[in-house]
């Protein structure tokens, strides 16, 4: 059984830039959740994909958009990048609405 | 003022101790409470996963959740030096399981 994987793990980018990151969800699993987590900070919710619909979003501005494919994996993309979004972004997939999130290693992004 | 408070620590106990861990939330609708142990660079790992109140041992972990007091509790027995990470504590509400709140994570260091 595969986990939840993430890439890419690290990437850097400028200012007003576009970022595609992407998370292949744990076997078996048909929700994925996106997390942005800031430097000695706990995970924030961003939003939520069930069965390629999106399923509760956070206090996040729409520049934060993402995607469940068919297979459940799932993308997040940040348009017009600021340098707050500097963060570990993670990505958790479950079972359902059971509330038993498993996350993966993240990607780091930082903006300069 | 957040919804789940958690003390950053650093926390730096000797090999062998016990280990209390602690946190505090706010918002009455929150039945479902874990914990995930963090490594450096790593993402969050489910230690523990709990409904509602009372206790839930696994191994050398013990989780409480006491509803009435809006205290979630984590014991780690005989700890070990690689006990030594970021612990963050979460809670969701039954309508939006896949939203976790968390708490800042307390940073412990077990001294060998």
């Known amino acids: 059984e595969t986990g939840v994987t993430q890439s890419p793990t690290h990437l850097i980018k400028t200012r007003g830039q576009q970022v595609t990151l992407r998370c292949s969800s744990q076997s078996g699993h048909n929700t994925v959740s996106w997390y942005q987590q800031a430097l000695g900070q706990g995970p924030q919710f961003i939003f939520q994909y069930y069965r390629e619909e999106e399923n509760g979003r956070g206090n996040f501005p729409p520049r934060f958009s993402g995607l469940q494919f068919p297979n459940y994996s799932s993308e997040l993309n940040v348009n017009a990048l600021e340098l707050d979004d500097s963060a570990l972004y993670l990505c958790a997939s479950s079972v359902g609405h059971t509330g038993e999130l498993f996350f993966g290693e993240g990607s780091r992004l930082t903006v300069l | 003022q957040k919804e789940v408070e958690q003390d950053p620590g650093p926390l730096s106990v000797p090999e062998g101790a016990i280990v209390s861990l602690n946190c505090t939330y706010s918002n009455s609708a929150f039945q479902y409470f874990m914990w995930y142990r963090q490594y450096s660079r790593k993402g969050p790992e489910l230690l523990m996963y709990t409904y509602s109140s009372g206790n839930k041992e696994d191994g050398r972990f013990t989780a409480q959740v006491d509803k009435s007091s809006k205290y979630i509790s984590l014991f780690i027995r005989d700890s070990q030096p690689s006990d030594s990470a970021t612990y963050l504590c979460?809670?969701?509400?039954?309508?939006?399981?896949?939203?976790?709140?968390f708490g800042q994570g307390t940073t412990l260091q077990v001294k060998p």
């Open positions: 979460a809670s969701a509400r039954p309508s939006n399981t896949g939203k976790l709140i």
